[in-house]
């Protein structure tokens, strides 16, 4: 009885073992295209989200706010 449960419990792990592999292998780096826009340094990239969200913030600003039926 014992002996089924260890079984059990080594053909789960080979399964996830399996799956897993399966998993990273289809992750596998792919080049990045000669039209891509270059890679940024980590400063670059951080400074480049920064503007992004600076920019998307003063549009979200600017857009009126609607006024609700009591305040009129």
Known sequence: ????????LVLALVIVGVLVKRQMSSMAVTPPAADAR???????????????FKQSLD???QQPRPIPDDAR
Request: aromatic share 0%; glycine share 8%.
């Open 38 to 52: 270059p890679q940024l340094s980590q400063p670059e990239q951080a400074l480049h989200v920064q503007q992004q």
């Open 1 to 8: 009885m014992r002996s089924l449960g260890l079984i059990g």
């Open 59 to 61: 549009e979200a600003m």
